[in-house]
């Protein structure tokens, strides 16, 4: 599998942001840790995983607050099912 680099991500938020870099990862990180799936494919650590997720473009600014959070999800589920549960 290729190598992953801070220069691939670079490229992809832009030259000369390496924290704006930092910043993103550690976001997209902790989502991991509250369950949140990774979005692509490969078998490294978080962190790894979470640049080759920047420097593929599926994670951005632009989008980090809207993918997808696992706790919200399993909030929302909660919260529909007791809906259901008092309308019976």
């Known amino acids: 599998m290729a190598r992953i ?3 691939d991500c670079l490229e992809t938020i ?3 942001k390496r924290f704006d870099l930092v910043h993103l990862a550690v976001e997209r990180i902790k989502q991991h840790r509250h369950g949140e799936p990774f979005l692509v494919e490969g078998k490294n650590k978080e962190v ?3 640049l080759r997720e ?4 599926q994670v951005t600014f632009e989008n980090i607050e809207g993918l997808p959070n696992a706790e919200d999800e ?15």
């Open 14 to 16: 832009g030259e000369n």
């Open 5 to 7: 680099t801070v220069e």
């Open 48 to 50: 790894v995983m979470t």
């Open 54 to 57: 920047v420097a593929a473009g």
């Open 74 to 88: 399993a909030a929302e589920e909660q919260a529909e099912e007791t809906t259901e549960e008092a309308a019976a």
